[in-house]
């Protein structure tokens, strides 16, 4: 499933985009300002990004500049301004479009759609055999299965690699102890579903720097663990 961010302030024209993505089968997260919509963008999880203009702490312009000094993905600027100089200045930034405000929902998923599909072409057959993900000081060879904290090699067994991968993958979300027993072991196992709790905490002891505090996995009590971005 293609994940987009959409990086915009006003939260009905978000829902609404959210909704119309959603319906047509994207993931989709959101963030009301231009400084979390940086750090999330330069996580490496997301295919599309919905960009506005106009945000607080930081504006699309410079956002748009950041992403593209550092990672390849379509990026499309949704805004109120008509002007042509933003347009030109958006574009001349590495936008891959520029849809003004109001639009067509219709419109705006066909462009998504549209961006997807010339970016897969453009770039699938180029992309490198190793897929590596990055977050957060955290670098996740998965086709190596391999993972560094702060450019150091850790090593971690198969489960682990698994569910830190699972996890990572699925940023955000909470899951409980038997969904990731589930998704990571199998109905099928053999096994109590405290191991997941037993792997979790390998796992922090490896890649955080304060197990009683930590950075990336979190424990939500009463409902499970997610991976925070």
């Known amino acids: 499933m293609k994940k987009i961010l959409i990086i915009e302030d006003e ?20 963030a009301k300002d231009g400084e979390t919509g940086l750090k999330k ?10 960009l506005d ?31 042509d100089i933003d347009k030109i200045r958006g574009l001349g930034l590495g936008a ?9 929902p219709g419109e705006l998923v066909a ?9 897969e072409r453009l770039v699938g057959k180029a992309k490198p055999q190793s897929e590596i993900i990055h977050v957060r ?17 850790v090593i971690l067994t198969t489960k682990e690699f698994d569910l830190l991968l699972f996890l990572v993958q699925n940023p955000n979300r909470v899951f409980s102890k ?10 099928d196992s053999v096994g109590e579903i405290a191991t997941v709790t037993v792997h979790i905490g390998k796992i922090r002891e490896k890649i955080e720097m ?20």
Not at 210 to 229: C, H, L, M
Request: charged share 30%.
């Open 137 to 153: 000081g955290i670098s996740i060879d998965k086709h190596a299965r391999r993972v560094y904290v702060n450019n150091s090699e």
């Open 210 to 229: 304060d197990t009683s505090n930590p950075q990336y996995i979190e424990t939500i009590w009463g409902a499970g663990y997610r991976f925070k971005v």
């Open 111 to 119: 462009r998504v759609k549209a961006h997807l599909a010339r970016f």
């Open 41 to 50: 963008a330069k996580s490496g999880y997301f295919d599309l990004i919905l």
């Open 96 to 104: 891959d479009d520029y849809i003004t405000k109001p639009f067509n």
């Open 178 to 187: 038997e969904e990731l027993f589930d998704k990571i072991w199998g109905m």
């Open 53 to 83: 203009l106009m945000l607080p702490k930081v504006d699309g312009f410079e956002i748009c500049r950041q992403i593209r000094n550092e990672i390849n993905i379509p990026i499309l600027m949704v805004s109120a301004r008509k002007e």
């Open 11 to 30: 939260l009905s024209i978000a829902e609404l985009e959210r909704d119309y993505l959603e319906i047509n089968g994207y993931a989709v997260e959101i």
